[in-house]
């Protein structure tokens, strides 16, 4: 069964930040990010189910894949796919989680 998927706005942000970062080097690499994180999401409308549990939430419906050394943390649902967030693999997500309510506040 194909999931739709939707972006959070927290999680449109996160990669608006993370092309921006990208950009101030190369905007040749930071559309080609944008593009990888856009083409992985839009992969998840069908065996949404192939990314890991994310570890510091422990609930299997949160999972994540890596686009490069980014993380595309996600939510599955029976109809959706929500995208919670795109962030730096080094980054602390226990204080993101704070910071934004946990995953589950996340914009579903």
Do not use: C
Not at 42 to 54: C, D, K, P, Y
């Amino acid at each position: 069964m194909a999931r739709t998927v939707k972006w959070t706005e927290t999680s449109t942000s996160d990669l608006e930040e993370v092309a921006k970062f990208i950009g101030r080097d190369s905007q040749f690499y930071a559309a080609a990010i944008v593009r990888e994180a856009r083409a992985t999401a839009r992969s998840l409308r069908t065996f949404a189910e192939r990314g890991r549990v994310v570890p510091e939430s422990n609930a299997p419906d949160i999972r994540e894949l890596f686009v490069r050394s980014y993380r595309l943390i996600y939510k599955v649902t029976p109809d959706y796919v929500y995208i919670l967030a795109f962030v730096h693999g080094a980054r602390d997500l226990n204080s993101l989680w704070i910071r934004r309510g946990g995953p589950e506040d996340a914009g579903t």
